[in-house]
């Protein structure tokens, strides 16, 4: 028979999405800090009520696919960034920074031209048709709201 502390080490070992929701007979609050510490998104006594029961499983299957987009979102990121030359990074860097064309060449030591060419190509290799989407894809690959610390490189 497992305790909770192996069943939670379980589920977290399959996948880092999975949540999980503590049913208990017996909780304390060391136990319940101990669960949601290690990102339980519910903690329950029995006897509970069916209601409680399903909202707590929904609320733990919602965080799932919650946790399962971004880290979609952020695989998907990671392999656009990888088809981005060493020089199309550079010019992304900057371009993130808010820098216009002309002051990225002269950042970088190339024509203005360049510039252009490679903002098309990396705009093109991302997916994105504009600065403001280019900077919303690249603050979802922030670790700041992942708990996992994902970040892409």
Known sequence: MHD?????????????SMRAVFLTGRGDIAATV????????????????????????????????RRLERRLRISTIAERLATLTARER?????????????QIATALGTAGKTVKFQRGNLMRKMGVRSVAELARWMADSSPADEPTGTKVQ
Request: charge should be neutral; charged fraction near 35%; aromatic fraction near 2%.
């Open 4 to 16: 909770r502390r192996d069943l939670d080490r379980i589920a977290r070992h399959r996948t880092g």
């Open 34 to 65: 101990q669960a949601m510490k290690r990102g339980a998104t519910d903690f329950l006594t029995k006897p509970v009520e069916d209601e409680v029961l399903l909202a707590a499983v929904d609320a733990a299957l919602a965080e799932a696919g």
């Open 90 to 102: 550079q010019v992304l860097d900057q371009v993130l920074e808010g820098r216009l064309n002309k």
